[in-house]
């Protein structure tokens, strides 16, 4: 194999030069003296990511599942009732997840390419008087098809029925990638991991906590769910000192405090806008595409980090994956679930660049013709350079100057 092998699924993603460095190093004492300064600026500086000044975040040595798990187990009893919506692999495994805990939850199924529904859970908040509903549950980003919520807008319902169901948002492709606003949009557990937007191996569960939701585990009071691994309190105990209730992955947090530099350097608004334009090239090219389309159902349902393409009738998209993979050395996300064989996808989130997915779309574009589609060689990759070229910074300021 000659050069890279090129890695475009929705995680893990790339992991920037300089990051990757910083965890190249001699394994460390995670109770020296000064690990603890070390690790309180760390969690500070997740909530700048998180946007949020008040609550905390943790960070386990999990997967974003730790994190998903941790967030239900410290803030919720066994049967209390929870709302959730299901139109994906990723917001399945949720559901199953919360039932497996013990929760009593009502989901509402939603077609394979739309998202939370907004309306239809104000409804059920607006009916539910009693307050029985404890949390609603959203998936802001659907990985698996490549589908983003309105978590805003879940909020203005939540405000609007007067409910004080707590808000849970699986965030894990998409904060640190696309808009997120922990605090502005009132969510009360905010879950992520490193492997995504943070641009990390897997290895870390972040979890953002809002003031109400430690106070909803305060309530608790040592009661609810058995807890242990991920039990908050633990947690609480060690990390004001800036330590951990266990070994952490301390390489992996050296290389968090480089890429929240990276971040936080760059400012979030930036990173969301560098992630809606390398979106937008991806989706200029699957219009290109003839026979292919976007699994997500419309521009509003449109992901910035993940795009799921249904292939043409008649191919298969393993098939494209699994020609990508040998022929072209180039890694596209699977289709999950019911999604497998009729879809692929591009993970666009992290540490890319126009060019790199210019080369996605085109070993994407080979593989698809390889497998019998009918498209034009070369109509993606022409459509997203189109795109590129027209969004460059000096080209925009150009336009902007002529305006
Ligand atoms: C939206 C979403 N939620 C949850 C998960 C599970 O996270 P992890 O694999 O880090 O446990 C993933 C993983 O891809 C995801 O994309």
Not at 171 to 194: C, H, N, P, R
Not at 248 to 275: I, K
Not at 286 to 302: D, F, M, R
């Amino acid at each position: 194999m000659n050069g890279n092998q090129h890695l475009f699924i929705p995680g893990p993603t790339n992991v920037p030069e300089p990051v990757r460095q910083a965890m190249n190093l001699p394994m460390e004492d995670m109770r020296a003296p000064d690990f603890g300064d070390f690790v309180t600026g760390l969690l500070s500086d997740l909530k700048r990511a998180y946007r949020m000044e008040g609550g905390r975040v943790f960070v386990f040595p999990s997967s974003g599942t730790g994190a998903w798990e941790s967030a239900i187990q410290n803030t919720l009893r066994p049967g209390d009732k929870v709302l959730m919506s299901r139109f994906g692999q990723f917001s399945l495994l949720w559901v199953d997840m919360a039932e497996r805990l013990g929760l009593d939850v009502e989901v509402i199924d939603v077609d394979w390419g739309k998202g939370v529904p907004v309306a239809e859970y104000a409804a059920r908040l607006e009916a539910d008087k009693g307050h029985e509903i404890k949390a609603v549950f959203a998936t802001q980003n659907e990985t698996a098809t490549g589908v983003t919520s309105d978590i805003a807008g879940l909020r203005a319902a939540l405000d609007a029925a007067g409910h004080p169901a707590l808000l849970f948002v699986d965030g894990v492709s998409s904060i640190a990638s696309i808009e997120f606003e922990m605090e502005k949009w009132g969510v009360d557990l905010a879950v992520s991991g490193s492997q995504k937007g943070f641009m990390l191996p897997a290895g870390l569960g972040i979890l953002g906590v809002s003031d109400k939701a430690l106070a909803a585990n305060k309530a608790l009071a040592g009661d609810g769910m058995a807890r242990c691994y991920f039990s908050f309190e633990d947690m609480i105990k060690l990390n004001d000192t800036g330590y951990f209730p266990y070994t952490p992955a301390t390489q992996l947090l050296r290389g968090l405090r480089v890429s929240l530099d990276m971040l936080l350097g760059a400012g979030m608004e930036t990173v969301w806008a560098r992630h809606r334009r390398l979106a937008e090239g991806v989706r200029a090219a699957v219009a290109a595409w003839e026979g292919c389309e976007l699994v997500a159902q419309g521009p509003g349902w449109q992901s910035d980090t993940v795009s799921a393409i249904y292939v043409p009738d008649g191919v298969d998209a393993r098939e494209v994956i699994s020609g990508a993979y040998y022929k072209y050395q180039t890694s596209l996300g699977t289709g999950l679930n019911k999604l497998a064989g009729r879809a692929f996808r591009i993970g666009h989130l992290g540490s890319l660049n126009p060019v790199m997915l210019c080369g996605a779309i085109s070993a994407a574009e080979m593989a698809l013709v390889d497998a019998g589609a009918q498209i034009t060689p070369g109509a993606g990759v022409a459509a997203a350079q189109a795109h590129y070229r027209d969004t460059t910074p000096s080209t925009l300021a150009a336009s902007a100057r002529a305006a």
